[in-house]
């Protein structure tokens, strides 16, 4: 049985942020040495894969997500002999690496565009989506970019327009056209053959638009302090067929380097996400779930949730589950659901069925630190100001000790810390036995030890007033999960046979108990059938 599930399946992943996980050098951003330097922090927390932002040479305008050469390392992080002993010490701790992929656009600064924006016959000129504008130089139609603006700019030197999903420092590429994808699949092969064990796969839905370039539709439910992007339903921008295709092509490239995963971000309803998983082809091993992200904090959405997902998933072959609770883009969960939740948060990702992602910081608590206007560095924000759009606040540098730059650098931060380093960091949470960070190592251990907890079958999940439940199973052993959202303690009637308390949110507490359990405020526990 042990071999019958992959790493990817039974392992936990860990997302590294680079600039904000630890400098090595002190000019404030981190690096591939400071990744190095604090394996053993991933190794202690008992995580199997580290996922690595994108590392490569760019002019930063997206930090990094605007990648100007594929096949080296940004002198900020290091080279790429720094990179090769990384992949050496992440291999030595059994631990796996996973690098992100970049395939809708480049940077404007890419030598690929370079070429193509020189002339109309330039050999690279299809590489990218050049069109006309309109006969009265208006923009060729009304799609809107991600970061606020046209989707479309108009470059002097041709006068035609280029398409942009997000800034127009990130042109995007052409995939209908046979030598990008060519290009592009060779950028795989370049990581796989230094070691990589995967990639997660970045704006996968964004790939490829409708070759008719029609206007997108108006949203009705847009409304004013939205995202200036939704004011459209992304109906020919996003989520085309043809996309799969092209997805269906990089996993059978993954494939035929062994147990490789392919990890695919499209934020998109549950339906429309599993079509990622592939069809008659395989797609994407995990097409990233971010709807614990989306949905709203009780118990009988997130219940729905999952077997609404759980469904989806049934049927289809080797489609596995995943979850995450926050990312780099995304507003931090501690802050979302306040502390004393973000615990009971930690034993729903850890306990449900699927591969979960931790997001840098989550295993100590970090919460979202407000960024004054002068310090603001996303290019979202700075766009599309004031309306809570910008992810600096998720990306300030990881809290290591109580130091004056929180053991991340020796220099000045790139984004400012945290004001609670100081108590909140990863060598007081370690000495606390009650800490978020001793929470996260209880979980992953216990989830290493039952196996129900990682490859076990899902049993329902509902809604009991506030308490969220659920039960898995494997190989005659049955675990329920309850877990309490709300600040009142509440009574949970777990059948009337014994139950073993394997852990408890609260850290506190194991003991047997019959029938009822009492849950304690914002608490949630593990139980095993006695
Ligand atoms: C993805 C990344 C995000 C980036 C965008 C454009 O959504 O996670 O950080 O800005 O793609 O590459
Ligand atoms: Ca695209």
Not at 148 to 173: I, M, N, V
Not at 310 to 335: F, I, M, Q, T, Y
Not at 457 to 484: C, D, I, M
Request: charged share 25%; hydrophobic share 40%; glycine share 8%.
């Amino acid at each position: 049985m042990r071999n019958a599930h992959h790493w990817w399946q039974r392992g936990i992943v860990y997302q590294v942020y680079p600039r904000s996980f630890q400098d090595s050098n002190g000019d404030g951003i981190g690096d591939l040495k400071g990744i190095a330097a604090r394996l053993d922090h991933l190794v202690d927390l008992g995580v199997d894969a580290v996922w690595v932002s994108p590392i490569y040479p760019s002019p930063m305008a997206d930090f990094g997500y605007d990648v100007s050469d594929h096949r080296d390392i940004h002198p900020l992080f290091g080279t790429l002999q720094d990179f090769d002993r990384l992949v050496e010490a992440v291999h030595a701790r059994d631990l796996k690496i996973i690098l992100d992929f970049v395939p809708n656009h480049t940077s404007d600064q890419h030598p690929w565009f370079v070429e193509s924006r020189s002339s109309r016959i330039n050999p690279k000129r299809d590489w990218y989506i050049w069109r006309d504008g309109k006969p009265d130089g208006g923009v060729p139609n009304n799609w809107v970019s991600e970061f606020g603006g046209s989707a479309w700019t108009r470059d002097e030197a041709t006068g035609q327009f280029y398409y942009h999903a997000f800034l127009k420092q990130q042109p995007d590429l052409n995939w209908r056209n046979a030598q990008v994808r060519a290009a592009m699949l060779d950028v795989l092969r370049f990581w796989l053959d230094r070691g990589v064990d995967g990639f997660r796969v970045d704006a996968i839905h964004h790939l490829i638009e409708a070759e008719h370039l029609r206007d997108n539709p108006l949203n009705p439910d847009w409304r004013e302090g939205q995202s200036p992007a939704r004011r459209l339903i992304r109906l020919y921008s996003l989520d085309q067929e043809e996309t799969h295709a092209a997805i269906a092509e990089m996993r059978a490239l993954a494939d035929r380097y062994g147990d490789r995963v392919l990890i695919g971000e499209a934020s998109l309803p549950i339906e429309q996400l599993m079509a990622y998983y592939g069809d008659d082809t395989p797609g994407f091993h995990l097409p990233f779930n971010f709807h614990l992200i989306k949905s709203a904090w009780e118990p009988h959405v997130i219940a729905a949730l999952i077997e609404q997902y759980e469904r989806a998933l049934d049927g289809g072959r080797e489609r596995w589950p995943n979850w995450v609770l926050g990312n780099h883009d995304k507003p931090r969960v501690a802050s979302r659901v306040g502390p004393a939740q973000a615990r009971v948060a930690a034993m729903l990702l850890l306990t449900l069925r699927g591969t979960p992602t931790i997001y840098q910081g989550e295993e100590i608590g970090m919460e979202d630190v407000p960024i004054p206007t002068q310090a603001v560095c996303d290019p979202w924000e700075k766009n599309v100001p004031g309306l809570g759009l910008g992810r600096d606040p998720e990306r300030t540098p990881m809290q290591w000790d109580a130091t004056e730059n929180a053991g991340f650098t020796r220099g000045e931060p790139w984004l400012p810390l945290s004001s609670d380093h100081g108590v909140l960091n990863v060598q007081r949470q370690r000495a606390e036995p009650s800490s978020m960070l001793s929470l996260y190592r209880a979980l992953i251990a216990l989830r290493r030890r039952e196996p129900a907890l990682s490859i076990g079958v899902h049993v329902k999940a509902e809604a009991v007033g506030p308490v969220l439940t659920y039960r898995r199973f494997h190989e005659g052993r049955w675990l329920s999960v309850a877990l309490n959202f709300s600040g009142e303690p509440q009574v949970f009637r777990n059948g009337a046979d014994a139950h073993d308390i394997l852990l408890s949110t609260h850290l506190d507490r194991v003991e047997r108990c019959n029938g009822a359990v009492e849950l304690r405020a914002n608490e949630g526990i593990v139980m095993a059938a006695a």
